[in-house]
């Protein structure tokens, strides 16, 4: 009865980190978007988010963004179009 009880813990840890967090930062303004910093936005939300929480965007100067995103786009395996898009919406102001 107790390993039963551990391993549905154990599953149930893993399904809940590999789940999607669709979670914006807190704090984020940005209304009105263009289709491609809409496009930005979801590859930020959808990508970033599975390795950690999400920063907020003001929260970093777009000078600052650049070499997060260089570290950050290959490990989520962006393309450098996917990257750009990234930057422009967190750097949208």
Not at 9 to 18: L, Q, R, T
Not at 63 to 90: C, F, G, T
Request: contains cysteine; positive net charge; proline residues 5%.
């Amino acid at each position: 009865m107790k390993t039963r009880i551990i391993a549905l813990a154990i599953i149930g840890m893993v399904v809940v980190s590999c789940s999607k967090k669709l979670v914006m930062p807190s704090g984020e303004v940005k209304k009105g978007l263009t289709p491609e910093l809409a496009e930005g936005k979801e590859l930020f939300v959808n990508n970033c988010a599975k390795c950690h929480s999400l920063k907020n965007p003001n929260d970093y100067s777009p000078e600052e963004w650049k070499p997060i995103l260089d570290k950050m786009a290959k490990r989520a395996h962006l393309s450098d179009a996917e990257k750009q898009k990234v930057y422009n919406y967190v750097t949208y102001r």
